[in-house]
């Protein structure tokens, strides 16, 4: 029977439908060749056939795009594939959006609707941006919880943006922006400036993309308002259908937030109108669980309010429902290797540093 893509819907979990476009994946396939990496190697494990990968018309599940990037980063030996990715794409790459972007009126407006309709591009990653009057702030926080490929992830959406703001600006050369990964560098760091053009930190609280605020004023060559609002308006369709049909993970994370609590399991069933037992097997079909994304929810709204708030260690402790905050303590340690007072204290010293 097909599905809204056109393809086959013979399962129901969010793991197993098929979502994800393979427009971009048909553009790594074709950056791979000359190495000598095939279509079929790409596709082993996913009980995909090569050819509906190197399809730009198709779509696949997060396990299958999961399992293709993997055997990419085996295959081809490349820390920084990635990277390398995100700079080789065009803004035609990415459709309607890419329409969008190039009829903005200047590079703010053309950075606030990529990151309005990331969403119909990628379900891997929740983009966000925060503006304080100087600087200008990507921030990529995880969604589908995939750890071995979620660096690649990260560096291809970083890359997309700069590749985006330097062709937007007209700047073939130094782009004012920094880069900022949670990872510590896989290969020597000037690799990773080397492919980006820009400055790149490690061991950060957040993945992000740091620019000027200045730079948002930039115009665009290419504006154009009659051909921006078209092209809206289909993201805005492309949006609609996947709100109807979103993955369990994103729906969850989006409650997280809206009751701004952090809920037991069987409160979050009877949200989503299901049952724990189903919940925890759709999960795990994602590679994560329950516990994971409470986890990384948390993460976030320690990290806010350490580097963002003076909110004691103890009130955040409570705020992010820990009944005795030793056990904050040990997860804190546990997510970034320190004790909260030791990190809210390492990054006051950088940033009094860099000021």
């Not at 000359?34 to 995909?48: E, F, M, V």
């Not at 130094?174 to 980006?196: M, N």
């Not at 994971?292 to 709204?301: K, M």
């Amino acid at each position: 029977m097909p599905n809204r893509h056109g393809g086959r819907s013979h399962q129901t979990s969010a793991a197993n439908r098929a979502f994800i476009g393979t427009e971009y994946l048909a553009q790594l396939i074709e950056m791979l060749a000359p190495q000598g990496i095939s279509t079929a190697q790409l596709a082993q494990g996913t009980g995909l056939p090569a050819r509906t990968l190197s399809s730009p018309q198709e779509f696949i599940s997060p396990l299958q795009y999961h399992k293709v990037i993997e055997n990419a980063l085996a295959l081809s030996g490349d820390p920084l594939l990635g990277l390398e990715h995100g700079r080789r794409m065009n803004i035609s790459s990415h459709g309607f959006l890419g329409f969008a972007i190039l009829a903005s009126d200047n590079l703010g407006q053309a950075l606030s609707l990529a990151i309005r309709f990331a969403r119909t591009r990628t379900l891997l990653a929740d983009i966000r941006f925060m503006q304080d009057q100087d600087t200008a702030v990507i921030q990529i926080n995880r969604l589908a919880a995939m750890p071995s490929t979620f660096a690649f992830v990260v560096q291809n959406i970083i890359s997309t943006f700069v590749t985006i703001a330097r062709f937007l600006t007209q700047n073939s050369e130094e782009l004012a922006a920094v880069a900022k990964f949670t990872d510590g560098p896989a290969c020597p760091p000037r690799s990773y400036e080397h492919v980006l053009g820009i400055p790149v930190m490690f061991n950060q609280p957040h993945n992000q993309l740091c620019i000027p605020a200045w730079l948002l004023d930039t115009p665009v060559s290419t504006a154009n308002t009659t051909a921006r609002r078209m092209a809206e308006a289909e993201c805005e369709k492309l949006l609609a259908d996947l709100d109807r049909g979103q993955d369990l993970v994103t729906r969850i994370r989006r409650n997280i937030d809206r009751m701004q609590a952090f809920p037991t399991l069987t409160v979050m069933a009877t949200t989503l109108d299901s049952s724990p037992r189903t919940i925890n097997r759709q999960l795990a079909q994602l590679n994560t669980t329950y516990q994971n994304i409470i986890d990384e929810a948390r993460r976030e709204q320690a990290l806010h309010l350490l580097l963002e708030t003076t909110t004691g260690v103890e009130e955040i402790s409570q705020q992010l429902g820990y009944n005795d905050p030793s056990n904050f303590g040990r997860a804190f340690r546990r997510w970034m290797g320190m004790s909260p007072r030791d990190f809210r204290k390492q990054i006051r010293e950088q940033q009094q540093q860099a000021g």
